[in-house]
């Protein structure tokens, strides 16, 4: 059973402090893969290649989550107030974390996620970086280090020299490839230390924009990045490490917010942007992304989800970046991108609509990307038709210095004939493919499916009519069903011939949204033909109230009664699915309106069943009321359509 973070009581004095309110209904997630993380805010990130894990600082809320490259969470650390900064040991042995409130960093054995030393480092460490075995940490306007190397853990404080740092907390930047370098930035401020002795010795100091949220060092050792580039325009600052005068950085959308650099070189730059593309992926000096991300919009306003400030993190292999988004609703989503040093082929196909059998033909078609590959580059052909359903490999198709490339066929088959052409991808290419159609000498029946964008109740049985036209000799038609969810796979539901009218029909338990799929194979003077019907439902879902100690009616509805000093227990079941969560809404009525002070995620046991625990206010007279919803997308999955349980309403008397 879970607390809540902020009680009823609490609850009301927003209400009457505040006009502010949250409302609204999340959409669909949309990344190479995103899962919703259990922090309320993110202090840091870095990533564990060894044991492939995400470690995760949340310090408003006092922990560290740990999640595989997929965004599974795998542990969580608990009771570190205020823990920000983050860093990995060279040998990926142990994670150490900055804990600000209790001014001390502490040690994380990666292979069980324990604790295994706490070192006190004085007031309030943030950013950590580890430089030849130490540990960097600053402390609001200084940075200090911390050296466990030895029988006793030594601490060295106040290394910014006479650099002048002011404002807020400071940066630090380190690259494990450049030994003995660190670098710092505080407001406007920024410095370049050599580390290798014992304690640090300034090399160079400058200036950079006070915007600024993350600093990072690339791994040839010859630029700091800074989040926010000086001189006008949205851009990554890029300074020389020999004397910091500014360099030519990379280009970026509004606003820019973070930096990293890959272990290859390739530059990840974030920015805060509504409306424009999150992430650009930079090869070294190029100003031209590769590629750019663009997060979807799982909230309720015009604008899309949004990267949090400094939240990006490499993986050892550059094979993947990490980043976290946070939507209007303040949930916040771990994105993990894959390939992202990989330009993003297009492979265009182009056949004639239609060609008669046994008749020569020829098919277009060209490799676009923004470094073309080399002339020559051999592109996969494969003809589909009723002869050969599982594809025959054709003679290979070669590119032309332009990208273009053309083939001639003599299609055997009668019917739809299908020539798919794959570029296999390199170095620097992710794989592309792309295909297209010839009707070739056969007629087009008809054939559809009803209830196409329906919604229906929890396990509704739905009846599914496919209507068949005109054919030959075949009028046999196949129902098929693919509920939504990884874990579930398409099913036959029935293979028969249709009726006198040309209908048949199957029937399906709406537990999940579901497309289903009428196909019809064809025959020698019809073509084949494919319908699809996507129809959706609702979740499952019901709450309980417990410790009340009455019901009774108050204007329409029925409220709980509970003593003033008694917490109010709200238990949600739900149709359960592999990491879903509840969305808990709680409201408190004052002055004729009901105002929604706090909505959280909860997850669900393995037995669909969440019980959420409320602080008692301690007075009576307050009318509150809560509601458990799934919102598809924000939940943890997309299987079923957003469901909003019924509200429950209770007061509290003396």
């Known amino acids: 059973m879970r607390r809540r973070s902020i009680s009823i009581a609490t609850a009301l004095a927003v209400v009457l402090g505040s006009a502010s309110l949250m409302a ?16 309320t805010s993110v202090g840091d990130m870095v990533v564990d290649g060894a044991h492939q894990r995400v470690y995760v600082s949340d310090p408003s809320g006092g922990k560290i989550v740990v999640t595989d490259y997929s965004g599974t969470v795998k542990a969580t650390l608990t009771g570190l107030s205020g823990v920000t900064g983050l860093a990995l040991s060279a040998d990926s042995g142990q994670v150490y974390a900055a804990v600000k409130n209790s ?28 430089v030849d075995g130490r540990i960097w940490f600053s402390q609001n306007t200084d940075f200090g280090s911390l050296d466990v190397s030895g029988a006793e853990p030594v601490v060295h404080l106040a290394q910014r020299g006479d650099v002048g740092f002011y404002g807020g907390s400071t940066f630090l930047a380190a690259d494990p490839s450049v030994p003995g370098v660190l670098v710092a930035g505080n407001g406007g401020d920024l410095a370049v230390y050599d580390v290798t002795a014992d304690g640090a010795t300034l090399r160079a100091r400058g200036q950079m924009d006070s915007g600024v949220k993350q600093l990072d060092l690339t791994p040839d050792g010859r630029q700091v990045l800074t989040s926010w580039g000086s001189g006008g325009g949205y851009s990554i600052g890029a300074y020389s490490t020999a004397d910091l005068t500014q360099q030519t950085g990379y280009p970026d959308d509004a606003y820019p917010n973070a930096v990293r650099v890959a272990p290859d070189g390739t530059v990840a730059a974030g920015s805060f942007s509504w409306y424009e593309p999150d992430v650009h992926i930079h090869r070294p000096g190029d100003q031209v992304p590769v590629r750019t991300y663009d997060f979807p919009n799982t909230g309720n306003s015009s604008g899309a989800d949004t990267l949090v400030d400094g939240a990006l993190a490499w993986a050892p292999d550059s094979s993947r970046l990490f980043a976290v988004s946070e939507n209007t609703y303040g949930t916040l989503t771990l994105r993990t991108l894959t390939d992202p040093t990989k330009e993003l082929p297009t492979l265009t196909v182009s056949a004639p609509a239609k060609a008669d059998r046994a008749t020569k033909l020829t098919v277009t078609g060209k490799l676009t990307s923004k470094v073309r590959p080399a002339a020559g580059t051999a592109l996969t052909v494969t003809r589909t038709d009723v002869e050969s359903p599982k594809g025959k490999t054709l003679a290979a198709a070669k590119t032309k210095a332009d990208g273009t490339f053309s083939f001639t066929d003599t299609p055997p088959a009668g019917g739809k004939v299908t020539y798919k052409v794959t570029y296999a991808g390199d170095a620097t290419h992710a794989p592309a493919s792309g295909s297209d159609a010839v009707a070739v000498s056969r007629k087009s029946t008809s054939l559809s499916l009803n209830n196409n964008g329906k919604l229906y109740a929890y396990g509704k049985d739905v009846t599914f009519t496919a209507h068949l036209g005109t054919t030959y000799k075949n009028r046999t038609v196949s129902l098929y069903a693919d509920p939504f969810g990884s874990d579930k796979s398409k099913k036959l539901l029935k293979t028969a011939k249709v009726d006198s009218k040309g209908d048949i029909s199957a029937t399906v338990d709406m537990t999940r949204d579901t497309t289903v799929t009428a196909v019809f194979s064809g025959d020698a003077r019809y073509a084949d033909k494919t319908a699809k019907s996507v129809a959706y439902a609702k979740a499952k879902v019901s709450t309980a109230v417990s410790h009340h100690y009455k019901t009774g009616r108050i204007g329409s509805h029925t409220y709980y009664y509970f003593h003033k000093n008694t917490d109010p227990v709200l238990t949600t079941t739900m149709n359960y699915y592999k990491g879903r969560s509840q969305r808990f809404e709680l409201e408190v009525y004052y002055q004729g309106t009901w105002y929604q002070t706090d909505s959280e995620y909860f997850a669900l046991a393995s037995d669909g069943t969440s019980a959420v625990r409320l602080e008692a206010p301690g007075e009576s007279g307050i009318l509150a009321r809560t509601r458990s919803s799934y919102v598809n997308g924000t939940s943890g999955d997309n299987v079923n359509s957003t469901t909003h349980g019924a509200w429950k309403y209770f007061t509290f008397t003396k």
């Not at 997630?29 to 922090?39: H, R």
């Not at 960093?105 to 309030?124: E, L, M």
């Open 103 to 130: 001014d001390r960093i502490i040690a994380v054995d990666t292979g069980t996620y324990t604790q295994t030393a706490s070192y006190p480092v004085g007031d309030a460490p943030s950013d950590l970086e580890v």
């Open 24 to 39: 609204g209904a999340a959409g669909t997630a949309a990344a190479d893969s995103a899962k919703v993380l259990p922090v």
